[in-house]
């Protein structure tokens, strides 16, 4: 078993940095200076390869893939050729998100779902190795190790899967969350993590946000793109929301959907262990592993607040009416109608 005493976080990979996780954390001082002055430079956001093909983009800090902007951070050319080649099995479970819209959530609530209820690895594993996004550079140290069934997590849009995944029974369960919300989170994830572009103003980083120059690209073609009746039962639909309104009734169709039972008392502590205070001070959670000139929790906490509806609280009526439209026709014709439009 993974131990987290000597997990390297490559996710400093494409840094040429890795250290270990010891008693007190250690990192050189290049890597600061290295990372200031790329945010310092404010990067300018790189072209769209028209060809499709993988190349490196004119920016410093993301890299083009297919047209989508993945941060080099945690992905490079190796570990997307890993994705490209990685065998999904067939009794894999896949969360799939746009960023910023519960990924943790579900790496926190997956494991002991699959496993009758046990929080061990949970609260000894960190998240990016427990459960894996396929596309990170620490797919390929840790997913040979992960026993089955694996819980796995992408933010990969349908059509960049791997092409075992299409041919496997994999089930995947897509979490999709309010886009106004999702926007909100990634404006204070911008402003904390020094791998991602600045982001401006909020007005700036709206317009930003729509127009797709965004790690992993515009959020509509995201929810679209999962939307493929290929997938027919393969795949569970939740949303952000229902999870923060109810998570064991949510809990209960995830377990339904993957034909799974699991004891009262250990959906309990499932529910308990899943709820936003819990997950907020585990140290395996909450990206306090992570140095701080990387992602700067006094600037925000990753887990910020764990609510719904905080955009009410960041965008004027004007705004509002104009990412609404905005979105309204990113979706026309998709017929997907999401419980916050009614709002
Ligand atoms: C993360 O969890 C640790 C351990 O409970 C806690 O001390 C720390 O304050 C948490 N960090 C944040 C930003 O909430």
Same mark, same amino acid.
């Given at each position: 078993?993974?131990?987290?005493?000597?997990? #390297?976080?490559?996710?400093?990979?494409?840094?040429?940095? =890795?250290?270990?996780?010891?008693?007190?954390?250690?990192?050189?001082?290049?890597?600061?200076?290295?990372?200031?002055?790329?945010?310092?430079?404010?990067?300018?956001?790189? /072209?769209?390869?028209?060809?499709?093909?993988?190349?490196? $983009?004119?920016?410093?800090?993301?890299?083009?893939?297919?047209?989508?902007?993945?941060? !080099?951070?945690?992905?490079?050319?190796?570990?997307?050729? &890993?994705?490209?080649?990685?065998?999904? !099995?067939?009794?894999?479970?896949?969360?799939?998100?746009?960023?910023?819209?519960? +990924?943790?959530?579900?790496q926190?609530?997956?494991?002991?779902?699959?496993?009758? @209820?046990?929080? +061990?690895?949970?609260?000894?594993?960190?998240?990016?190795?427990?459960?894996?996004?396929?596309?990170?550079?620490? $797919?390929?140290?840790?997913?040979?190790?992960?026993?089955?069934?694996?819980?796995l997590?992408?933010?990969?849009? &349908?059509?960049?899967?791997?092409?075992?995944?299409?041919?496997?029974?994999?089930?995947?369960?897509y979490?999709?969350r309010?886009?106004?919300?999702?926007?909100?989170s990634?404006?204070?994830f911008?402003?904390? $993590?020094?791998?991602?572009? *600045?982001? @401006?103003?909020?007005?700036?980083?709206? *317009?930003?946000? %729509?127009?797709?120059?965004?790690?992993?690209? !515009?959020?509509a073609?995201?929810?679209? =793109?999962?939307r493929?009746?290929?997938?027919?039962?393969?795949?569970?639909?939740? #949303?952000?929301e229902?999870?923060?309104?109810?998570?064991?009734?949510?809990?209960?169709?995830?377990?339904?959907?993957? @034909?799974?039972?699991?004891? $009262?008392?250990?959906?309990?502590?499932?529910?308990?262990?899943?709820?936003?205070?819990?997950?907020? #001070?585990?140290?395996?959670?909450?990206?306090?592993?992570?140095p701080?000139?990387?992602? *700067? /929790?006094?600037? =925000?906490?990753? %887990?910020?607040?764990?609510?719904?509806?905080?955009? !009410?609280?960041?965008?004027?009526?004007?705004?509002?009416?104009?990412?609404?439209?905005?979105?309204?026709?990113?979706?026309?014709?998709?017929?997907?109608?999401?419980?916050?439009?009614e709002?």
């Amino acid at each position: 078993m993974l131990s987290p005493s000597n997990v #390297t976080l490559a996710l400093f990979h494409s840094l040429s940095l =890795s250290f270990s996780f010891t008693n007190s954390l250690s990192f050189s001082p290049p890597l600061q200076t290295q990372v200031n002055s790329q945010r310092t430079r404010r990067t300018k956001l790189p /072209c769209f390869s028209k060809s499709g093909q993988q190349r490196m $983009a004119n920016s410093n800090l993301y890299l083009d893939y297919h047209g989508l902007l993945l941060p !080099k951070i945690a992905h490079t050319e190796e570990s997307l050729n &890993y994705l490209q080649n990685f065998q999904v !099995k067939d009794d894999d479970v896949i969360a799939v998100t746009y960023p910023k819209s519960g +990924t943790t959530w579900v790496q926190e609530i997956l494991p002991p779902l699959l496993n009758g @209820g046990d929080l +061990t690895s949970v609260e000894t594993i960190p998240n990016w190795d427990r459960v894996p996004w396929l596309e990170e550079t620490r $797919a390929s140290v840790v997913l040979d190790k992960l026993h089955s069934p694996r819980a796995l997590v992408s933010h990969m849009p &349908y059509n960049l899967m791997p092409s075992s995944f299409f041919k496997s029974k994999a089930k995947v369960i897509y979490v999709a969350r309010n886009p106004k919300d999702v926007l909100v989170s990634s404006f204070h994830f911008h402003q904390m $993590a020094s791998f991602l572009e *600045d982001p @401006g103003t909020f007005e700036e980083f709206v *317009d930003k946000f %729509l127009s797709g120059k965004v790690f992993f690209g !515009k959020w509509a073609d995201h929810v679209k =793109s999962w939307r493929n009746p290929e997938l027919g039962d393969r795949i569970l639909y939740i #949303t952000y929301e229902e999870m923060f309104q109810d998570l064991r009734q949510v809990l209960g169709r995830i377990l339904k959907f993957l @034909g799974r039972e699991l004891s $009262a008392e250990a959906l309990d502590r499932v529910v308990n262990h899943g709820t936003f205070k819990n997950m907020k #001070t585990n140290k395996m959670s909450n990206y306090s592993l992570v140095p701080e000139n990387i992602m *700067d /929790c006094k600037k =925000s906490p990753f %887990l910020r607040k764990g609510i719904a509806g905080d955009w !009410k609280n960041h965008f004027s009526p004007e705004l509002d009416a104009k990412f609404t439209a905005v979105i309204q026709e990113q979706m026309k014709g998709s017929n997907i109608r999401f419980p916050w439009d009614e709002e």
